[in-house]
Structure formats: C-alpha cells, structure tokens
C-alpha cells in the first residue's frame, strides 16, 4: 500500500512562510512527476505546483515568485517551500504523485492570519 504523508502545515501570520514536506512510501519515486494542490473551503481543488521526474517545475499564477516545489528523490520527499503568504493561501494542501499520478496524500492544514 503506497502511503503519501504531508507534513509542516499549520497557523502563520501573513507574510510569513512555511515549509511543506511529503513523504512517498513508493520504490519507484524518482520515475514520477510530483504535485501539490490546495484546495479552500467552498473552493475546488487547484494545482499550486508540480515538478516533474526530468526535473521542469510549473506553478499556478497565484504562487509565482512566492512558493517553490523541490524533491529528494534519496529520501522519496517532495517539498514546498512557501514565502510571502497571504490569507488567500488559506487551505488544505495535498501532495500527489504514482503512476498516472494516482496518489494522494492525506492533506495538511494551512492557516493564514492577517
């Protein structure tokens, strides 16, 4: 059973940061493109960033020049490093991964206060 665990979120003041981790119980974590999303109460689920196996990252206009996704592939971990947030980030933020990106993490908590 593959296990994806988010990790780092929590309660920050706006224009603070925080660092997501996500950790992938997968063997073959370094073949597959990774992604966070987040999604906000009443919202859908959005993209925010991913970051593929050869190494290309893309991000959502709203995070541009503010948040950046990286991995460890020794460590089967992918991170989002987070700066300048604003309430607006306010959400849930799922790490996602696997073949035909099939796996989901459990979410973790981003709160932004003004």
């Known amino acids: 059973q593959v296990q994806l665990v988010e990790s780092g979120g929590g309660l920050v003041q706006a224009g603070g940061s925080l660092k997501l981790s996500c950790l992938a119980s997968?063997?073959?974590?370094?073949?597959?493109?990774m992604a966070w999303h987040r999604q906000a109460p009443g919202k859908q689920r959005e993209l925010v960033a991913a970051?593929?196996?050869?190494?290309?990252?893309s991000y959502a206009d709203s995070v541009k020049g503010r948040f950046k996704i990286s991995r460890d592939n020794g460590e089967n971990t992918v991170y989002l490093q987070m700066n300048r947030l604003n309430p607006k980030d306010t959400a849930v933020y799922y790490c996602?991964?696997?073949?035909?990106?099939?796996?989901w993490g459990q979410g973790t908590q981003i709160t932004v206060s003004t």
């Open positions: 996602n991964t696997g073949p035909r990106m099939s796996f």
């Open positions: 970051l593929t196996s050869g190494g290309s990252t």
């Open positions: 997968l063997s073959t974590f370094g073949h597959h493109d």
